[in-house]
């Protein structure tokens, strides 16, 4: 080893050491404080993109950088220098079941105990039991689960298992609709300035407006006619990038029905309305539609792993029977993870969370239109089920202005990826009513300082 290498791992091994303790405190001091803050800026200025500095911006005051996150727990996250925020965006439905739930926690840590990832050849247990509760609990008689470690992942299976199930490649997404950034993903995504980077993409997709059946017929006909039959529907049963969008009365059923005339698969993307988001375990049961595949992922590892699955019929998946090698994924389905993912869809069920979801949603969203009185300048309509709530502005200024007064008084909230006029609301199933008295409050004295340009 040269004497420049040496050097290098001597400097690199005193950085470890510093972050290594650092890892173990439980709070720091302020002088902590400061170097951990001007390590995590300089980090992501020179190493990790110095974007995101610039997006921060847009949800904090006077130009500084938004809070360097610390800890969690509940309904709540710190920053590292103690302050805390009542987290409305959770994580963009990750954090169903609140942040750090103790009992994800210890599922987690007693699983690392004995054994952190699978062999790859052997038989995993819990893969194969949390398998079995997900085929319990999805809608109808999906049955075979595939596990990855992200939303896109999910969708990236769901497609493949779809065009699988027949020679068909012609496969129907929406406008609005966000089913991830992977080329087979965001083949089915809409927004431009995601897809345009890297045209061409996936052939075979065409893309319809969101909730109009009567295009979606004439898609199907049109296809058929030219010999380009449809393969797969994939849809959000609420599109939650989009704006928090939800569709017609009677749509889901009646695309539901479509696919089955023209025998295609129906995909639901459920990565963020699935594990109680919208009142109901999952949005297809709000809808009382069974989809031919479901897509899981964010809010199934408790806020505390990643994990994700599609969930599907014995009809589809059993062409992966003879060869299960056909797509596979090293860390997916992984005895951590999964043990989360069980602890989670216990907690949901013991807290009866999916309820829960649906009532204080409802609270929720009559005191937000409350607020919102006297502002119709400001607010253009506020919308949502259970706790999954969209507030849509007249403008992208006026959404970022009311982003950064929320920030400013310790609420986060966010804008939505496709629709940046549309901030969210997503908190923990577990946030109390007082957290959202405040954050009805907050919005309200917000919105009379927000001013009209």
Request: proline share 4%.
């Amino acid at each position: 080893m040269t004497t420049k290498v040496q050097q290098k791992y001597t400097e690199v091994t005193a950085y470890l050491k510093d972050v290594l303790e650092m890892i173990e405190k439980d709070s720091v001091t302020e002088e902590e404080a400061k170097w951990i803050t001007k390590e995590t800026v300089d980090g992501f200025r020179e190493h990790v993109n110095p974007g995101f500095l610039e997006y921060r911006k847009t949800v904090t005051k006077d130009g500084q950088f938004a809070a360097v996150e610390w800890s969690d727990e509940g309904s709540h996250f710190t920053d590292v220098n103690g302050r805390e925020y009542i987290d409305c965006l959770g994580g963009f439905g990750i954090y169903n079941v609140g942040h750090r739930h103790p009992k994800v926690v210890k599922a987690v840590s007693d699983q690392l105990k004995r054994q952190a990832l699978h062999s790859q050849d052997l038989l995993d247990p819990l893969r194969a039991m949390l398998a079995k509760v997900l085929a319990q609990i999805t809608p109808g008689d999906l049955k075979y689960a595939f596990f990855t470690n992200s939303g896109t992942e999910s969708v990236e299976a769901a497609l493949k298992l779809a065009k699988n199930y027949s020679d068909r490649q012609t496969i129907i997404s929406t406008t609005r609709a966000f089913h991830g950034k992977s080329l087979g993903s965001l083949s089915g995504t809409a927004k431009n300035v995601f897809r345009k980077p890297f045209l061409p993409l996936i052939p075979g997709f065409r893309h319809i407006p969101y909730g109009d059946i009567d295009m979606m017929r004439k898609t199907f006909e049109a296809c058929a006619a030219v010999g380009e039959d449809v393969a797969a529907v994939i849809l959000e049963p609420i599109q939650g990038e989009g704006g928090i969008i939800i569709p017609p009365e009677g749509y889901l059923k009646q695309v539901r029905e479509l696919c089955d005339e023209y025998d295609a698969i129906l995909i639901f993307d459920e990565v963020q309305t699935g594990m109680g988001r919208t009142g109901k375990m999952f949005a297809a049961d709000l809808f009382e539609v069974e989809p031919d595949i479901i897509c899981l992922a964010k809010a199934l590892g408790g806020g505390v792993m990643p994990i994700g699955a599609i969930v599907a019929k014995e009809k589809v998946f059993k062409n992966w029977f003879d060869n299960p090698f056909v797509h596979t994924t090293t860390f997916g389905g992984n005895p951590l993870a999964c043990a989360a993912a069980l602890a989670t869809i216990d907690v949901l069920i013991e807290e009866k969370l999916p309820e829960r979801a649906a009532e204080v949603g409802e609270y929720f969203l009559k005191g937000l239109k409350e607020a919102a009185k006297g502002h119709e300048d400001k607010v253009l309509e506020i919308r949502g089920v259970g706790l999954m709530i969209g507030i849509e502005f007249h403008s992208d200024e006026i959404g970022y202005e009311v982003s950064k007064g929320m920030f400013s008084n310790g609420i986060l909230v966010a804008g939505t990826l496709v629709n940046s006029k549309t901030i969210r609301i997503e908190p923990p199933l577990t946030i109390s009513y007082e957290e959202v008295d405040t954050v009805i409050q907050t919005f309200k004295k917000v919105l009379e300082t927000v001013k009209v340009q």
